[in-house]
T-cell receptor, first 112, second 114 residues
Framework: DTEVTQTPKHLVMGMTNKKSLKCEQH?????MYWYKQKAKKPPELMFV???????INESVPSRFSPECPNSSLLNLHLHALQPEDSALYLC???????????FGSGTRLTVV | GEDVEQSLFLSVREGDSSVINCTYTDSSSTYLYWYKQEPGAGLQLLTY?????DMKQDQRLTVLLNKKDKHLSLRIADTQTGDSAIYFCAESPNYGGATNKLIFGTGTLLAVQP
C-alpha cells in the first residue's frame, strides 16, 4: 500500500457544526502532516506529527484541532469554522529522511 | 525568509520541451523537490534532488540545481497534454530534527497546447 487515503473527499459544513477529517497511511511512515491549500496558492503547513506526537503547530487557530490516535491515522477536528476556512485540506506522510512526502488527494471543505 | 519563487505561467506546444524555474532561499535544504498537481487533485511527487548533486535525470524529466544561485529547474522533454498541471518546487530546510518541513514555491501553471 503506497497511498495516503483521506475522507471525506468533499465536505460542506455550517459555521456552528463540528466535523472531522480523516487521513490514513499504511506505509510505516512516522511523520504525518496537515496542509491547507487555497485556490491557485501553494499548500501551507498547519501541523506536523512525528512518532504520534505533535511537533509543529504553525500558529493555527484553535478551531482546528489535530489528533494522531496511532501511527497510521491522523484526524483534523473542526469546530466553529469561518467561511474563509474553505479550502482543500491535504494530508501527507513521510519517512524521517524526507525523501519526499506522499500526499492524499485532499478534502475539499466548504464552510457556509 | 522562506519565499520560494516561481514564474506563474508557462505555455508550450505539444512535443516541445518545457522548462520550469524556481528560486529557493535556504541553503541548508538537504533535498529539493518537484511536485505536480492536476485540477482538483492532491500533489504527486515527480522527482527530487539531493543538494550535493547538480543534475538528475528521470525519463522525460531533468532537474538542474545551481546551489550557488539557489536556482532549481525542471525540464520536461516531449511535453504532452497530460503534463498540463500546476508544478510546485519545494525545499526542505534542515532544522536538525527528525521531522522535515516542506516549503512550497508559488507554483507554475503549465498549459500544453495540442
Amino acid at each position: 500500500d503506497t497511498e495516503v487515503t483521506q475522507t471525506p473527499k468533499h465536505l460542506v459544513m455550517g459555521m456552528t457544526n463540528k466535523k472531522s477529517l480523516k487521513c490514513e497511511q499504511h506505509m510505516g511512515h512516522r511523520a504525518m502532516y496537515w496542509y491547507k491549500q487555497k485556490a491557485k496558492k501553494p499548500p501551507e503547513l498547519m501541523f506536523v506529527y512525528s512518532y504520534e506526537k505533535l511537533s509543529i503547530n504553525e500558529s493555527v487557530p484553535s478551531r482546528f484541532s489535530p489528533e494522531c490516535p496511532n501511527s497510521s491515522l491522523l484526524n483534523l477536528h473542526l469546530h466553529a469554522l469561518q467561511p474563509e476556512d474553505s479550502a482543500l485540506y491535504l494530508c501527507a506522510s513521510s519517512q524521517e529522511t524526507a525523501r519526499g512526502y506522499t500526499f492524499g488527494s485532499g478534502t475539499r471543505l466548504t464552510v457556509v | 525568509g522562506e519565499d520560494v519563487e516561481q514564474s506563474l505561467f508557462l505555455s508550450v506546444r505539444e512535443g516541445d520541451s518545457s522548462v520550469i524555474n524556481c528560486t529557493y532561499t535556504d541553503s541548508s535544504s538537504t533535498y529539493l523537490y518537484w511536485y505536480k498537481q492536476e485540477p482538483g487533485a492532491g500533489l504527486q511527487l515527480l522527482t527530487y534532488i539531493f543538494s550535493n548533486m547538480d543534475m538528475k535525470q528521470d525519463q522525460r524529466l531533468t532537474v538542474l540545481l545551481n546551489k550557488k544561485d539557489k536556482h532549481l529547474s525542471l525540464r520536461i522533454a516531449d511535453t504532452q497534454t497530460g503534463d498540463s498541471a500546476i508544478y510546485f518546487c519545494a525545499e526542505s530546510p534542515n532544522y536538525g530534527g527528525a521531522t522535515n518541513k516542506l516549503i512550497f514555491g508559488t507554483g507554475t501553471l503549465l498549459a500544453v497546447q495540442p
